[in-house]
């Protein structure tokens, strides 16, 4: 009876662990490629795109606009509703630098575990904020952790939102040391690549605040060094 118990908990427990993989955002699987979710730009251009999820944060934001403004690119900022309303100035800020806004929900849900209805809600109570501290609104949205099911992509069409990926994880969040995160995007970068990285830290204790700037300020010479223009999504998309 107890081994029973056991197989029927990790039977389960792999379910849940395979479930989870097909929704993350790290992996391309059905839902993307029956529902025209993006995860990269067109593979014969040289530019890429870098993105940056969970602020905007009044420690790491102004650090990261200000690297970037250094280097004379463009990124994609994806942004939490919450932290917009708690800092619209500083989401004034990404847009008035001529970086481009994406929602990322207003709580950072995941997704999947959600009712068609309550996304919906993320999102426009996202676009309320965005439109509250810029006057505009954003076309593209990414669901935290990448996580989404056909009812989620659906919600996102509802809100004539374009659902974006990546193909590319920093890993930014792991508090591994700058070069070693500005590496591994080195080493996976390809013509339209959407690169995640985090303006925010939602993740492991320790990581230190200058961790990704650090790594841009050492990846984008190197990307434009090998060719490629650094730009925003829906420019890499166009």
Known sequence: MLLHLVLAVVAIGAVIGIAYLVCYGGFE???DWAMHTSSHGSRDARQIALTFDDGPDPERTPAMLDALAALDVKATFFVL???VD???ELCARILREGHELGNHTYHHRYLPLTRSRDVERELVATDLAILRATGTVPTIARPPYGG???WTVRAFARVAKRLVLWDINSFDWKGAP???VARRVLDQARPGSIILMHDARRGRAGKK???TVEAVRLLVP???ARGYDLVTVSHLAA
């Open 222 to 224: 190197e990307l434009q």
């Open 81 to 83: 509703g919450s932290s």
């Open 209 to 211: 605040p200058s961790t």
């Open 86 to 88: 708690a800092h619209p």
């Open 178 to 180: 700058s070069d070693d």
């Open 148 to 150: 989404r099911s056909p």
């Open 29 to 31: 699987g059905p839902v």
